[in-house]
């Protein structure tokens, strides 16, 4: 199976070790990034959230692949083939990639993956690979904060597999401030509510985002970083009720 990665940068940070992996690996790539860069690879769009720049460079895909991957510039590339094999079955739309990181962020994945190994909750948009006929029915992606999750529900709306690789895996690098996390999971959750009012994935899953408000203090049993997890999340599920419907993080 053929390939294309399309590379979000909100700016030129890690662009030049991202072509150098890409290259290594022997793929044809797209960079749209936030920052003009001459380099024949790289296209610049004006940062207005990765929906918008996933949008802006899905029509400067070639059609002629049967694979495209959308992954973030701040990461490096584990095993991708463990995630191409997957692809192979008929009924399977879409692969994305486990995430490893250091910080207060490595036991919520911890907790986030117990999860997500058997309901397909949210995915990871580090790095995902979707079919390009898929990938052409879940376009354009509407305003959305958790746009990769968007993408995963509307798979799961079209009746097609969702899987979740451990073989395959990224590593980046994410904030070591625990108090940070407050925001990143408020974003994030905010982005999770909006992609369920644009898509229509199996009950489970809108039975568990019902449920989320309610069952999150849990996390308050893991200490200081569960504080701000469960603060980021339901200050999250406000901005969606006050009516958040922006595709870039604004704090409200």
Same mark, same amino acid.
């Given at each position: 199976m053929r390939v294309f990665f399309l590379v979000l940068a909100r700016d030129r940070k890690h662009v030049e070790e991202k072509i150098a992996e890409l290259k290594n690996l022997n793929v044809p790539f797209l960079i749209v990034c936030g920052e003009k860069i001459n380099n024949s690879n790289v296209i610049f769009r004006k940062a207005m959230g990765k929906y918008d720049a996933i949008n802006f460079g899905s029509s400067r895909v070639p059609k002629d692949f049967e694979i495209i991957a959308l992954n973030d510039v701040d990461t490096k590339i584990h095993n991708i083939r463990a995630a191409l094999s997957h692809l192979a079955s008929k009924d399977v739309g879409l692969v994305f990639a486990k995430v490893s990181v250091d910080g207060p962020q490595k036991l919520f994945y911890r907790f986030l993956d117990l999860v997500r190994r058997r309901i397909p909750v949210t995915a990871s948009g580090e790095l995902m690979l979707i079919k390009n006929g898929m990938f052409d029915k879940v376009l354009p992606l509407k305003p959305c904060k958790? +746009?990769? *999750? =968007?993408?995963?529900?509307?798979? /799961?709306? /079209?009746?097609?597999?969702?899987?979740? *690789? +451990? +073989? =395959?895996?990224?590593? @980046?690098?994410? @904030?070591?401030?625990i108090r940070k996390e407050e925001d990143y999971k408020r974003r994030t959750v905010t982005g999770l509510y909006q992609a369920l009012t644009y898509t229509r994935p199996p009950s489970f899953v809108r039975l568990?985002?019902?449920?989320?408000? /309610?069952? =999150?203090?849990?996390?308050?049993?893991?200490?200081?970083?569960?504080?701000?997890?469960?603060?980021?999340?339901l200050r999250g599920f406000a901005d969606y009720l006050r009516g958040d419907r922006i595709g870039s993080w604004t704090p409200m």
């Open positions: 958790a +746009e990769d *999750s =968007c993408i995963l529900f509307k798979v /799961l709306e /079209l009746k097609q597999k969702a899987i979740f *690789s +451990e +073989e =395959c895996f990224v590593y @980046t690098q994410r @904030t070591k401030i568990f985002y019902i449920l989320l408000p /309610l069952i =999150c203090p849990v996390l308050l049993f893991s200490g200081k970083s569960g504080f701000y997890w469960t603060k980021g999340i």
